[in-house]
């Protein structure tokens, strides 16, 4: 079992960069695939970006790719969602997701671990 905690969220003007981190507890975060979504207001919870065990493969939605990075650092039990260039439409809060020996995994009913959530506001 793994516990994740979220952090790094805020208000940012659009255009301006954050970056979020999730950090894991536990000594196994090397078997856990690792994903970032988000809910906006009103809205249904939306894969952001994935990140395989090893961090050798990444994969994004259409919706953010070229302007947010994912990667991990697996000595620091950490995944981390840079993100630049912020648009309003980017205004949600932000959750880390785990699942064990998983791959490519982009919907919210793969992922067995959720941290709490992070707050993300782009104002215009």
């Known amino acids: 079992q793994v516990q994740l905690v979220e952090s790094g969220g805020g208000l940012v003007q659009a255009g301006g960069s954050l970056r979020l981190s999730c950090a894991a507890s536990?000594?196994?975060?090397?078997?856990?695939?690792m994903g970032w979504f988000r809910q906006g207001p009103g809205k249904e919870r939306e894969f952001v970006a994935g990140i395989s065990r090893s961090g050798g493969n990444t994969y994004y939605a259409d919706s953010v790719k070229g302007r947010f990075t994912i990667s991990r650092d697996n000595a620091k039990n950490t995944v981390y969602l840079q993100m630049n260039s912020l648009k309003p439409e980017d205004t949600a809060v932000y959750y880390c997701?785990?699942?064990?020996?998983?791959?490519?995994?982009?919907?919210?009913?793969?992922?067995?671990?959720w941290g709490q959530g992070t707050q993300v506001t782009v104002s215009s």
């Open positions: 536990g000594r196994t975060f090397s078997s856990y695939a």
């Open positions: 997701a785990a699942r064990q020996w998983g791959d490519y995994l982009v919907a919210v009913y793969e992922y067995h671990y």
